[in-house]
């Protein structure tokens, strides 16, 4: 065959597009795949097959997110295409939606049920496009593109202030009252000293079905009785983003354990066929590998909620028996069970497809794709509590970052129903304190209405270091510094290998201008993802708070989202006296991000001296709900504005007091 050329003419024939396109095809016909692929994205499409996906990225929810989302699903139908049950629920996918264009590489007619589409034989292609095969394929592909049902994904985006603020953490920094909080994160930095006899890591469970694809279901299901563990009090679990990152150190329990700064490791595996599932299960001591406890499980799936809150309950008690009792474990374990849950068997499978996209966290994308799952799961069972929660997550995820502003305030409104209804079904369910606090602090910027669902989310899920940085960092940008720190100490404990989790901690620092100290946090956080968004523009802060604006310039120019970067280039360069390179920066900031950067515009003007300015800024923020503005009690860059006539009103209501 020969290599794909550039299609020079793909625009004089009508094809040339922008769109995006899925193409389903069997392993055997990867080469012939990568000539249409080719073929498509000379013509401007945005292309999605498995040839992209990096290692080490979850399969599953990639390719759910891209064949859910895509404006045109192109199947290659062969012979081995034709037998592969994969290929066919892809083609059923676009088949569904009216978006589904069939080619055919060898003459193998397509399965029943997928033959009233005409097949474009492209036998005898050989990859160039003045083929009469190449311009057949553009033409099919540009005439079915938005024939089905809307993709979920808005068009790309500009970053938006909004989104610094998903997961209640990855925002822009906060200022606090004065003081130091440096006796209280000395031990972030360090190695986790001796492991409490009680301290646990669950493993991401290994997937041995037959389908490669069911992995995620067995890491929701480990995920399931991390989460069901760490609702015990007694128990010190630690968290699923360190537990992930270590999924490459396999048998090894004893490097896990030193790791993660545990004492105990739960791996196991799940097998599942048809209506059955096995679960294989060991707790093992991570001084010695010693087995403590193991056990397999033949069941029925529809059992699998009760097989879940056995081993859970067992595990538990091994544990806790040895400081506390037997009497105390076993009833601090049986309280401890799923809340908020379902026996609904489909509606159990589309949450742990969606918390697979959650877990992705890709953007807005992958977003939609786990509110999908959600609202299948509350389709399958409406009082499911944890879909509840989780959908009203997604709905403000998507509203932190859809360039859409129109429906930014339709989001929020729905993220606060979903997240009334999961506290209503399930006042236990720390999730849904969570998600209701978080929607109603940035869409609403009812700071203090947020608080009691804040804090009883914290005090339901002690054990929980995603609640509880998320709760760290509330309290932090609220200016509550006393209740801050120690949460995200105790996040830093349970999540040692997180970068957020130290990102979040350089937050608490920088609010009480401890800029030293920020630094090392946001350096530990840059070792552990030196991606990480806002952690350089944080770091620039620090230094800029300090009168080193060259060294704060070196650090915006790194920082990953173009907001913040030229938010902290705009200030740095008007520093150092470059007038004119400030103004550009500036200029780009209003022309590139608009309305989104109200609340950044406000910080340039401030520390330029127009505070006449930025306070008008200021003002336009309040109106449109810029979740900007929850810095604004504690962020050191407006304070040439707080003696000015009207900035407190313009803060009304955003403290945690």
Sequence with gaps: MEDPVPIPDAAEDGARFAGSVFVSYSRPDRARAAQVV???EAAGCKVWWDGRI???????PEIEAALTSADVVVVLWSATAVASHWVRDEAEQGRARGCLVPL??????????FRQVQVIDIARW?????????????????ARRGEGAPSPVAAPVRASRRKVLVGAGAGAVALGVAGTAAALWQGLLGAPGRANANSIAVMPFQNLSDDKSQAWFSDGLSEELRAVLARNPRLHVAAPTSTVSLRGAGDDAIAIAAKLGVANVLRGSVQRAGSTVRITAELVRGSDAMVRWAERFDRKLADVFALQTEIAETVAVALVAEVAGDA???ESASAQRNIGGTTNVAAHDAYLRGRAFFELSAGEQTDRAALAQFDAAIAGDPDYAQAHAMRSAMLAAIANATGDTAAVRGLYASAIEAGRKAIALAPDLAQGHLSLGYALNNGELATAEALPFYRRARDLAP???????AAATYFAFAGD???AAPLVDRAAELDPLNARVFRT???VAYAVRDFDLTVRHMRKALGLNNRLATAHFTVGNAFLAKGDADTALREYDQEVTPLFALTGAAIAQFRLGRSEQAKTAFARLETEFGKNSLYQQAQVLAQWGDRKAALDRLGDARAAKDSGLLLAPTDWMLDPLRKEGGFDRLLSGLTAR
């Design 38 to 40: 080719a073929l498509l």
């Design 126 to 142: 050989r990859g160039r496009s003045d083929e009469a095969e190449g311009r057949a394929i553009l033409r099919a592909v540009s």
């Design 104 to 113: 055919g590489l060898d003459g193998t007619e397509p399965p029943l049920g």
């Design 505 to 507: 901690a350089g937050y």
């Design 463 to 469: 054990g929980d270091a995603d609640v509880l940085r």
């Design 481 to 483: 510094h006393a209740t």
């Design 54 to 60: 990096e290692g080490g990225q979850a399969f599953l």
């Design 328 to 330: 105390v474990a076993r």
